[in-house]
């Protein structure tokens, strides 16, 4: 595997925190902490109400705003909802879909997550496709199964071309705001794992250059050794996306 022909990405996934002014406040603490270091692409993805005071306070720097979710259709009565185009507009790059929390605690299920990928690849936004197997999976080590099913269908329909714009997060959930970290070898086999799955479904080479990053209690003091794996290319990173100074050394890291 060619780890060169991938850039690292490490993005930040706010959750439901921030308020707008407590977002504009982070964001530039942020940038100022990352000025300089283009050994990655750096991203933050923020609740929907901060998005205007993130970009804004992003604007000029090496910040790149996202979102946490989009809808699959257009525009129409779904209460709650918001659209690629209504992400697009607001100067949003990035969204993620298909975050474990709302597969647990909003029903998703790879189907709605491969509807609003597709939704979200043809209007241009980029996506930050998150999967990973529970616990339970784990243990019953069926592991490899489950990551490899839910990259075959959250990814259904999706061309070559446009998996330019994906980027895969694994992330198991047990690992997700627990303290519990999979180990960097964990890591490696199931990004491996899904890497191999990409050359199925594609070529060995939109394998290589597909980022598939890790997420789960990432944080300054395990980055470093996850991230040196080969198949391990950047970070989602929930708790530690909080607060800049922790974020920024996870960049560091990165470099
Ligand atoms: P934590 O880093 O808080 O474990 O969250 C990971 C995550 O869910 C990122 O999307």
């Not at 603490?29 to 050994?39: M, Q, S, W």
């Not at 050359?199 to 990053?213: E, F, P």
């Not at 003091?221 to 990173?237: C, M, R, T």
Request: a negative charge.
């Amino acid at each position: 595997m060619d780890k060169s022909k991938r850039k690292v990405v490490i993005a930040g996934n706010w959750k439901m925190n921030m308020t707008p002014s407590e977002a504009e406040a982070a964001v530039r603490e942020t940038a100022e902490l990352v000025e300089g270091k283009n050994g990655c692409d750096v991203i933050l993805c923020v609740p929907f109400v901060d998005i205007d005071a993130a970009i804004k306070a992003a604007k000029g720097t090496n910040v790149k705003i996202g979102a946490q979710n989009v809808h699959f259709e257009a525009k129409g009565a779904y209460t709650g909802e918001i659209s690629a185009a209504m992400l697009l507009e607001c100067g949003v790059e990035y969204v993620i879909i298909g975050h474990s929390e709302r597969r647990q605690y909003f029903g998703e299920t790879d189907e709605t997550v491969n509807k609003r990928t597709i939704a979200a690849l043809n209007a241009g936004l980029k996506v930050i496709l998150c999967l990973g197997e529970v616990l339970e999976q784990r243990q019953s080590g069926i592991t490899s199964e489950i990551v490899a099913m839910q990259t075959k269908l959250d990814l259904a329909g999706v061309t070559a071309e446009q998996m330019k714009n994906v980027i895969i997060a694994y992330e198991p959930v047990w690992a997700i705001g627990t303290g519990l970290t999979a180990t960097p070898e964990q890591a490696d086999e199931v990004c491996g794992i899904i890497r191999k799955t990409i050359a199925d479904l594609y070529s060995n080479d939109t394998a290589d250059s597909t980022v598939i990053q890790y997420g789960g209690s990432m944080n300054d003091g395990n980055a470093a050794e996850l991230l040196s794996k080969v198949n391990v290319d950047g970070g989602l990173i929930g708790g530690a996306s909080l607060v800049p100074a922790k974020f920024s050394k996870i960049v560091d890291a990165a470099q």
